[in-house]
């Protein structure tokens, strides 16, 4: 069985590594992967670092795109891709998420008939104002295969209008859609194993510091919500003197500059608490994850993570696909709102923390996956030289 996955973010890339290292370790007689990186993030601390930290094999093709208009970069990837797929004649594609590269991924495998596994499937945060909305909703509405990692996802699907059957002749008309749990929790029990000694130079005890990430569009290309988020980290900083760690996305740095007061900046700059980073690797925001006393973040990921190391988490966003967390109580939507943000930290600072219910699977999603997918394999077959589809 050949799969190409592609993938082109760095979140993308860490959901791959769980798939790629159970492939290696169980079914490297029975499963080929060939890794495509479309190149959306191409900065080397934002790509390259993770496939040689996670050891992942490098990926057999890359195409380079790099940053452009979402219609643009997406059109590049299709395009792209559509070579690698009717070159390498995969049995599945396989996308991870909700980025461009997942859109385009599920729109150049659909129109030659090469069956999609869609991964992380059926999460809906109701707004279609995300470009992430749009992808996953797009990506779902043509896979074969629908992994999902939780049962709210799956419900999220039967309102629009999947059948959950047993089936055994799966197809893009009738899907096989699987609650699997969560890749990334996979990935959290493996890599939170590994440690990495003298990451944290001052050396911090645990919960004596905030990790915070800021990168999503409408918070970073909006002055307002990018200036209100700051001055909250800021007063939060000051007022419980404890330090903030900001892993900084090149993007986001490059809106700071561009959205912010040079008066805020030099207060940014100048803090005591506030500790700007250049982008961390994936073990390394495991170890700040792990360390850190509260998490404050626009990142689906980051989320997930902070739960998944029993941290609260202030959601810098005014929804969330991971509708579960917000049930626990172990996350709040805050937005880019400054009191709700001001209020949502002294709340959590007041209480012990102890409300993590198990809700994310077994941490063997991988291997689920690749158990279904060879079940399948060859009732699912459908691409060969002749079923190449010309636009007329």
């Not at 986001?252 to 700007?276: G, H, R």
């Not at 973040?297 to 941290?311: H, P, R």
Request: hydrophobic share 40%.
């Amino acid at each position: 069985m050949k799969l190409v996955s592609i993938v082109g973010a760095r979140p993308q890339i860490i959901k791959a590594a769980a798939l790629s290292r159970v492939i290696r370790q169980k079914y490297s007689n029975n499963i080929t992967e060939i890794i495509v990186h479309t190149g959306q993030h191409y900065d080397e601390d934002m790509s390259k670092i993770f496939f040689e930290e996670l050891q992942i094999p490098l990926p057999s093709y890359n195409l380079h795109i790099g940053s452009d208009t979402h219609g643009r970069q997406t059109s590049k990837m299709i395009s792209g891709l559509e070579d690698v797929l009717l070159k390498e004649k995969p049995d599945y594609v396989v996308l991870f998420g909700d980025t461009n590269s997942t859109l385009a991924g599920a729109i150049s495998a659909s129109k030659i008939h090469v069956p999609i596994v869609h991964i992380e499937a059926g999460l809906r945060s109701f707004n279609k104002k995300m470009p992430e909305e749009i992808n996953r909703i797009m990506c779902d509405h043509v896979s074969t295969f629908l992994f999902t990692p939780n049962k709210i996802a799956i419900k999220n699907l039967e309102r629009e209008g999947f059948e959950v059957s047993q089936q055994l002749n799966y197809n893009i008309d009738k899907p096989g859609i699987f609650n699997v749990g969560d890749i990334m929790y996979d990935n959290f029990l493996y890599y939170s194993q590994k440690t990495l000694p003298g990451f944290h130079e001052n050396n911090k005890m645990p919960g004596e510091y905030i990790l915070a990430t800021i990168h999503r569009d409408h918070n970073t290309d909006h002055p307002e919500n990018l200036r209100n988020i700051f001055k909250a980290l800021i007063d939060i900083s000051n007022k419980y003197r404890i330090d903030i760690k900001i892993p900084l996305h090149p993007r986001t740095v490059k809106c700071m500059s561009e959205n912010l007061a040079p008066s805020l900046l030099k207060k940014i700059d100048n803090s005591i608490y506030i500790e700007k980073l250049t982008p961390v690797s994936f073990l390394e925001m495991i170890e700040l994850e792990k360390n850190a006393k509260l998490i404050i973040t626009d990142s689906g990921g980051v989320q997930k993570e902070a739960y998944f190391f029993n941290k609260p988490c202030i959601i810098l966003r005014e929804e969330t696909e991971w509708i579960e967390i917000l049930e626990t109580g172990m996350a709040v939507l805050c937005g880019a709102n400054y009191r709700k943000i001001i209020d949502a930290f002294s709340a959590y600072d007041e209480v012990k923390i102890k409300n993590f219910p198990k809700i994310f699977g077994e941490g063997n999603t991988a291997e689920l996956i690749c158990e279904m997918l060879m079940k399948n394999i060859k009732k699912t077959k459908t691409i060969n030289n002749n079923n190449v589809v010309n636009s007329s």
